[in-house]
């Protein structure tokens, strides 16, 4: 009798999950609460796998060797409790995937960050010429490329979510860029609970595996003097404390193993302190695996970053117009706003997350000469920032805010979308706010 994988949720996880599971000989039941897209229905009939839309039928869930949930499903919510409770296993698309391959596998996650850090990363072994695929969090999912390709190493970027539900899975090189609290309606409004999730990624890791971490993180700092990990810790930080890698003006220091490796970042295109920290991850990633640090350089140098994190979009009349849609929470927009080496006008705004905007007031003070509040509810914007420019505006279009930025912007000026909260008062989500940044610009 064939062995049974159920499905919860047909996202992009679940699509990739589904195919291998049957490619793997188990008989597959794909389980989907919303509609299912014509597209998906006709992709699982013809790969004769039994589906559900609109519902979830736990009994049709009965003897299942794994259950592959989404991450987009909370681990408490009432069906996966009543599943657990009969002693199915609950996996994410991950720890489900890493199974069926031998690749070398690198995870990179982090508050933010980890997509800027897992696509550099990607980017120095391609063009080392290394055969290696991008998945995780990001592109393709990891189950598809596992089962249509055949990579020897694999960068993933990896959320929280996809931790919580991982058993076995062990990169051999982990990263955690930074942890600053985020989601934390998951986790109980705890982030102790977040932190733990975060440090999964190094749990089943060995000694012969590495684990990158950044060193001046206080939060990371705190939780790693009690974790117990067995892979060999590299820092990632400021200063020089024997192994590790370290920033002294354009040049990144990586010492392993008593060699040492400088790598100057003079020509690297991404601003801020933060994106060089990104950097020194990468490479150092890319040093463990013996990539030339002239290859390092070359691949840091033309490398054009991610869609709306920083992403230069035009400049106008010498007002350089830039979109950081994915800055969704605090610590993002803390990145960008320190970056900022002109005086800017601030789009910022939506849903709020429980945000707490004191931070931020020393850079607004210094740098910023307008505000422009975009989103339904801007109370607490308005109660922090009001009285701390010339300029605060309200409004609920897009179009509307980069029109009033364009109207105050003079030459030398940043326009700049760091919104700090959720997109989902006035949008789909954070790309489709950052898609409407961009066309509002190029309609000025």
Known sequence: ?????????????????????????????????????????????????????????????????????????????????????????????????AQYTPATLIGITGTNGKTTTTLLTYQILKDAGLNVGLAGNIGTSFAYQVATANFDYYVLEI?????????????????????????????????????????????????????????????????????????????????????????????????????????????????????????????????????????????????????????????????AYINDSKATNINATFFALDSMESPFVWIVGGVDKGNDYEILLPMVRKKAKAIICLGVDNEKLRSTFENVTDIFIETQSMSEAVKIAHKVAIPKDTVLLSPACASFDLFQNYEDRGNQFKEAVRNL
């Open 159 to 319: 959320s929280s979510f996809q931790l919580d539900d991982i058993r076995q899975f062990a990169p051999h090189i982990a990263v955690i860029t930074n942890i600053t609290p985020d989601h934390l309606d998951r986790y109980n409004y705890r982030l102790e609970k977040y932190v733990q999730s975060k440090l999964k990624i190094t749990q089943n890791q060995t000694e012969k595996d590495f684990f990158l971490f950044n060193s001046e993180d206080p939060v990371l700092k705190k939780a790693l003097e009690k974790a117990s990990i067995q892979s060999k810790k590299v820092p990632l930080g400021n200063t020089q404390k024997g192994e590790g890698a370290y920033l002294k003006e354009n040049n990144i220091t990586i010492h392993l193993e008593n060699k040492t490796t400088m790598i100057n970042t003079a020509q690297f295109p991404l601003s801020g302190r933060h994106n060089l920290l990104n950097a020194m991850a990468a490479s150092t990633v890319a040093r463990l695996l013996d990539i030339r640090k002239e290859s390092i350089r070359e691949s840091l140098t033309h490398f054009k970053g991610a869609p709306h994190r920083m992403e230069k979009v035009l400049t106008i009349q010498h007002v």
């Open 1 to 97: 009798m064939e062995k049974k994988v159920v499905v919860l949720g047909a996202g992009e996880s679940g699509m990739g999950a589904a195919l291998l599971a049957k490619k793997k000989g188990y008989q597959v039941f794909v389980s989907e609460q919303n509609e299912l897209s014509k597209e998906h229905q006709s992709t699982l009939q013809k790969q004769g796998i039994e589906w559900e839309s609109g519902k979830h039928s736990p009994d049709a869930m009965k003897n299942a060797e794994w259950v592959v949930k989404s991450p987009g499903i909370p681990s408490d919510s009432p069906l996966v409790e009543n599943l657990k409770k009969k002693g199915l296993v609950i996996v994410s698309e991950i720890e489900f995937a």
